[in-house]
């Protein structure tokens, strides 16, 4: 029996599920957001029950969503979700089975400055990278790489606005930002060497296997500093042997079972490491490519 921990809104749970159905192989969804209302125990041996099933062999960790509670107060609500939150991690915890992958494991790679660093020990190319409050450090980093450098947030690239999702992108950080530095106060992000590249890729791990794809992210203004503001089609990629080795290493040492890298050639024919997402999105790349990730999941579970 599979377990699978996600929310209702995760659409790329049920490109995954709809395959476990076709194969008939048994499993359990978890949308996290009912945990009020769903029934699970754990015994005086801490043992895990979910919806009467205890006998799980695999765990898919998608994503985690808090319940929503209204009508009480702010302070009440943050209490509650804060209890909802260790609750789930402490559930998981008892859960003695195959992750795809342990989420302590996906929390700790989440660590953008954790990733580069051990992307960097296994010999990845890595933009020369900073993160600062220190106005004077940034001036100087910045005349020392051709007054050239990308902005990113340092995790979340999320946030609601009037009750609306928005994105933040990476960025290209503008001379009239350095001119008037002393308006503003430097809050936590990183600062990069900006890098002419000619492609993009997106390589994402199962196990032992791995599947490249690539985008021509420089065919359009909108997308030459981050694919992800435009709509562009991803297709098949290669990439040398030695390098494929490095991206499975990669996904090992962070102790996962999956990861999606993302890289970019430069115009010198080099491959520099940008960051993996443990958790990362794939069914949109399947659907364009028809490479069978799906399938790489299910027999990593199975």
Known sequence: MILIITHKEDYTSDFLINKLNAKKIKYVRWNCEDIINCNYQVDNNINFTFEGSNNFKAVWFRRTKLPNIENISYSEKIYLLNEYDNLLKNLFCTINAKWVSN???????????????????????IPNTLVTNSKKELLEFYKNNSKSLIIKPLSQ???????????????ILKDEHILEIEKYDLTPCIYQEKIEKTIELRVTVV??????????????????????????????????????????????????????????????????????????????????????ISDAIINELA
């Open 103 to 125: 989420p302590f494991s996906i929390y700790q790679a989440e660590n953008k400055l954790y990733q580069l660093k051990i992307a960097n020990s296994l010999g990845f190319k």
């Open 157 to 171: 690239s999320k946030i609601i606005s009037n009750n609306e999702i928005e994105y933040i992108f990476t960025n």
């Open 207 to 292: 196990g032992e296997e791995i599947f490249i794809a690539g985008i021509n992210s420089q065919v359009s203004e909108i997308t030459k500093t981050d694919w992800r503001k435009g709509k562009l089609d991803f297709y098949i990629e290669e990439l040398p042997k030695e390098l494929k080795k490095k991206c499975i290493s990669l996904v090992k040492s962070l102790n996962l079972k999956f990861g999606a890298i993302d890289l970019i050639k430069d115009k010198n024919g080099d491959y520099i490491f940008l960051e993996i997402n443990p958790n990362g999105q794939w069914a949109w790349i399947e659907n364009e490519t028809g490479m069978k």
